[in-house]
C-alpha cells in the first residue's frame, strides 16, 4: 500500500495551493481518505475526511468553507485532492494523507488512529 502527497509549496496569506493524494486501490476496501497535518511543536489533526461509500465529508471547524477535499474524476479514481483557498498562516504545516480500511464512524472521521495507511508529508508554508 503507497499513499503519495504532492503539492505542498510557499504561498502568501490569502493564496490557495492544490494538495493530492495518489494511492493504490481508493476505490476497493478503503473507508475513509482523509488529509491530516502537523505544525511544528503541535499534535497531528485531521484537516479534511471523505468517506468512500457515501461520499461523506467531514472538516475541522478552522477550515470549513476554505478547503475541499474530493475525489479525482474517472480517469483518477486513485487521487484524493485537496483544495486550500484563502490560505492563512496558521495553515503552516506538513500535510499527510491517510486511508482507513477499518469500519469508521462519521465522529472517527478526523480521528487520526482511525486510519490505517499514511503517506509521507508535504510541506505547506503560508507568508504573511
Known amino acids: 500500500v503507497q499513499l503519495q502527497a504532492s503539492g505542498g509549496g510557499l504561498v502568501q496569506t490569502g493564496g490557495s495551493l492544490r494538495l493530492s493524494c495518489l494511492g493504490s486501490?481508493?476505490?476497493?476496501?478503503?473507508?475513509?481518505i482523509g488529509w491530516f497535518r502537523q505544525a511544528p511543536g503541535k499534535e497531528r489533526e485531521g484537516v479534511a475526511c471523505?468517506?468512500?461509500?457515501?461520499?461523506?465529508?467531514?472538516?475541522v471547524d478552522s477550515v470549513k468553507g476554505r478547503i475541499t477535499i474530493s475525489r479525482g474524476n474517472a480517469k483518477n479514481t486513485n487521487t484524493v485532492n485537496l483544495q486550500m483557498n484563502s490560505l492563512k498562516p496558521e495553515d503552516t504545516a506538513v500535510y499527510f494523507c491517510?486511508?482507513?480500511?477499518?469500519?469508521?464512524?462519521?465522529?472517527?472521521?478526523?480521528?487520526?488512529?482511525?486510519?490505517?495507511?499514511w503517506g509521507q508529508g508535504t510541506l505547506v508554508t503560508v507568508s504573511s
Open positions: 491517510a486511508a482507513s480500511r477499518s469500519g469508521i464512524i462519521t465522529s472517527s472521521m478526523l480521528n487520526p488512529d482511525a486510519y490505517d495507511f
Open positions: 486501490g481508493f476505490t476497493l476496501g478503503y473507508t475513509a
Open positions: 471523505m468517506r468512500t461509500r457515501d461520499r461523506s465529508t467531514k472538516y
